[in-house]
């Protein structure tokens, strides 16, 4: 392994973890914001119509790489049980808000993260690189576990307009990171978005596998998509300790 000058991380089931109810909770709070501002929606037929709506758009999202967001996907669904409400109206920017504030009190911290980054700040260059639709809520969240202040940069699919494992992502990264690309460690828990993304911009990716590996269930909602295994040659870990030991 080259001598690393900084760590690129990916952020959901790599540095925290989301309780699975999350994504029940987040659906009941969109549905209650989109009635109160005046739509008379069934629960199960909107949650049905919210679905295709988004299961559309990432088909699209994985065609071309470009991110995409709630707020088409509330629009779309609306049109198709008879409200013709365009992405930008404000009542769909209040029933995002209110999805996504669902998420805040079921995120955790992997074990020891936190140290973790403590440590290797100071010492590597630490970057940021998320697949999120929504970035306030992304950013909220960074904030809330106390992540935010250990990052030299962050950034967010919603805000580059692409998605991991769109090649732009990473070059992004390298640039803002301003290290030369195969000097530059990224940890991932997607074999697709990160894994293959990583190693196809250059960097060294790391497998982390700690959720896999306890079991731990995830919310993973409509863009979750089963990928292969790396390859046995990608570097594992489960833990920091792991981590730590690769470094050395």
């Known amino acids: 392994m080259n001598q690393i000058k900084a760590i690129g991380f990916d952020l959901f089931n790599t540095l925290i973890t989301v309780e699975p109810q999350a994504i029940g909770e987040a659906m009941r709070r969109l549905l209650k914001s989109l009635q109160k501002g005046g739509f008379a929606l069934d629960y199960e037929s909107f949650k049905q119509a919210h679905r295709q709506a988004a299961l559309g758009f990432l088909e699209e999202t994985r065609r071309d790489g470009r991110e995409t967001h709630n707020r088409f996907w509330i629009s ?3 049109k198709s049980l008879g409200y013709n409400v365009p992405p ?4 769909i920017a209040a029933a995002v808000d209110g999805y996504f504030s669902a998420f805040f009190p079921y995120c955790h911290l992997v074990p020891g993260t936190r140290e973790m980054l403590g440590t290797l700040s100071g010492k590597y260059r630490l970057g940021l690189l998320t697949n999120f639709t929504h970035p306030p809520a992304a950013r909220e969240i960074l ?3 106390g992540l935010m ?9 919603g805000e580059l307009g692409y998605r991991k494992p769109h090649p732009s992502v990473f070059r992004q990264l390298i640039s803002d990171l301003d290290v ?8 991932g828990d997607d074999p697709e978005s990160d894994i293959t ?13 700690y959720i896999r590996d306890n079991n731990i269930p995830s919310a993973s909602g409509a863009l ?19 981590l730590f030991s690769l470094l050395n």
Do not use: C
Not at 149 to 157: A, E, H
């Open 76 to 78: 779309a669904a609306l």
């Open 88 to 91: 930008d109206d404000p009542r």
């Open 143 to 145: 904030n809330r576990v």
């Open 149 to 157: 202040p250990f990052f030299d940069m962050v950034l967010i699919s």
């Open 180 to 187: 030369e690309k195969n000097r530059i460690l990224y940890i």
């Open 197 to 209: 993304g990583s190693y196809q911009a250059g960097l060294q990716p790391v497998w982390m596998t």
């Open 224 to 242: 979750f998509k089963p990928a292969q295994d790396p390859d046995d040659d990608v570097p594992r870990v489960s833990t920091w300790k792991d």
